[in-house]
């Protein structure tokens, strides 16, 4: 219902701003009065402007009154709105998922491709954006060159700040400041170290994200690897079965979104380094899993 709340809000301001629209040339270009939202997608490489909103109805309206523009993007946690000169139907390929996005157009088919389904891995995650767990701006993020071939797990035992647990969001995103700080101003690098951190509330912190290269397996690795990091220290236990199944969801939404190689190795931090990463416990379980 969201989907269509948000047609509504995007209607009601076409009426509102129809007289805007009328005198600068409605004929031209007759943007349609309901927008449809597919979530977590983004139509990619046919932005004309990108601007920094307070909302998605403002994003709606920028493109109601701009005569090229034919759909729009907008990111709820950065709040970045991009207008489109295309739709998805004209270039499918491109249409592409990305968590934290909503895509308008049009076409009333276009909720055909929300990701509201439960059998899509992505939609029965929960991410916790960098702006909502509090992260400083990244220096210098610097874009994977390929499309990454490893996943890489951690527990953040052995970061200084994280032998210990969390199992709610405000701990969960203290921690992953502290993580940061710790990276950042010890460390002397450019961002939090982990591509994602799942913690003890079942969530999903995003670090670097799936398309920056992480600071977390060493030079021979970090430019293919995305690093997922549990919170806590699988010595002697095991993550509980809900967190163990988040990481598998995670790693599964990596490939759905194309983000992640759908021939990815899987391994653990002491596979590919000298470091007893990411537990004997954790370790043991992925050893289990496909991909390993
Ligand atoms: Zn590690």
């Given at each position: 219902m969201a989907k269509l709340t948000s047609g509504f809000e995007i209607f009601g301001l076409v009426l509102f701003f129809g007289m805007v629209i009328f005198v600068f040339g409605h004929q031209c270009n007759p943007l349609p009065k309901t927008m449809y939202a597919a979530e977590n997608r983004t139509?990619?490489?046919?932005?004309?402007a990108r601007r920094p909103v307070r909302s998605r109805v403002i994003c709606g309206r920028d493109c109601s009154i701009d005569k090229r523009?034919?759909?729009?993007n907008f990111n709820d946690c950065s709040k970045i709105c991009e207008l489109n000169l295309a739709t998805r139907q004209e270039h499918p390929k491109v249409f592409n998922a990305t968590l934290g996005s909503v895509y308008f157009d049009g076409d009333e088919d276009t909720l055909l491709y929300s990701l509201a389904d439960k059998a899509y891995a992505c939609a029965g995650l929960t991410l916790v954006e960098r702006c909502e767990w509090g992260a400083r701006k990244p220096r210098?993020?610097?874009a994977m060159p390929d499309t990454p071939d490893h996943c890489i797990v951690h527990h953040t035992a052995g970061h200084s700040t994280g032998s210990g647990q969390?199992?709610?969001?405000?701990?969960c995103s203290a921690m992953m400041r502290s993580f940061q700080n710790y990276d950042v101003d010890t460390n002397g690098w450019n961002d939090i170290?982990?591509?994602f951190v799942?913690?003890?509330?079942?969530?999903?912190?995003v670090g670097r994200g799936w398309n920056?290269?992480?600071?977390?397996?060493?030079p021979s690795y970090n430019h293919r690897a995305i690093g997922i990091a549990v919170i806590g220290n699988y010595k002697n236990v095991l993550p509980n079965s809900t967190v163990l199944d988040v990481l598998q969801r995670l790693m599964a939404c990596g490939v759905e979104s194309g983000n992640l190689s759908p021939s990815y190795f899987l391994r653990g931090h002491r596979d590919v380094r000298n470091t007893?990463?990411?537990g004997d416990l954790l370790h043991a379980k992925i050893k289990t899993w496909s991909h390993y």
């Open positions: 139509l990619q490489g046919y932005t004309f523009c034919k759909s729009f210098f993020p610097k969390c199992y709610a969001q405000d701990t170290g982990y591509n799942i913690g003890g509330d079942e969530r999903v912190y920056v290269i992480g600071a977390h397996a060493g007893t990463c990411p």
